[in-house]
């Protein structure tokens, strides 16, 4: 069993900062990848940032400079430090991790349950 927890998110100003976290946990023998997405009413699902194994980023266009992810291997945590919010950032986030459970056990992409974050101008 896996389970991926996300927490900090909450509600700011325009031009907060807010610092989300998210934890791996249970049965994983090593992960691919781990990244953050957000959802926003009546919008998709789009990736926000992300970790790719050999450690390699990517960013949404519209965060990059005000987001930045980190990672903590040996917790099997991310974050994401938010900076500059706008009200435009508000969402739902969600952090998936892609991992092997076993060793012999396939890629699974595992979903934490959101963390709102809510931005007023």
């Known amino acids: 069993q896996v389970q991926v927890v996300e927490s900090g998110g909450g509600a700011v100003q325009y031009g907060g900062s807010l610092r989300l976290s998210c934890a791996a946990s249970?049965?994983?023998?090593?992960?691919?990848?781990m990244a953050w997405y957000r959802q926003a009413p009546g919008k998709q699902r789009e990736l926000v940032a992300g970790?790719?194994?050999?450690?390699?980023?990517n960013y949404l266009d519209s965060v990059k400079g005000r987001f930045t992810i980190s990672r903590d291997n040996a917790k099997n945590t991310v974050y994401l430090q938010m900076n500059s919010l706008k009200p435009e950032d508000t969402a739902v986030y969600y952090c998936?991790?892609?991992?092997?459970?076993?060793?012999?056990?396939?890629?699974?992409?595992?979903w934490g349950q959101g963390t709102q974050v809510t931005v007023s101008s």
């Open positions: 998936s991790a892609e991992l092997r459970p076993t060793a012999t056990s396939s890629l699974y992409k595992y």
């Open positions: 970790f790719i194994n050999g450690g390699s980023t």
């Open positions: 249970g049965s994983i023998f090593s992960i691919y990848a």
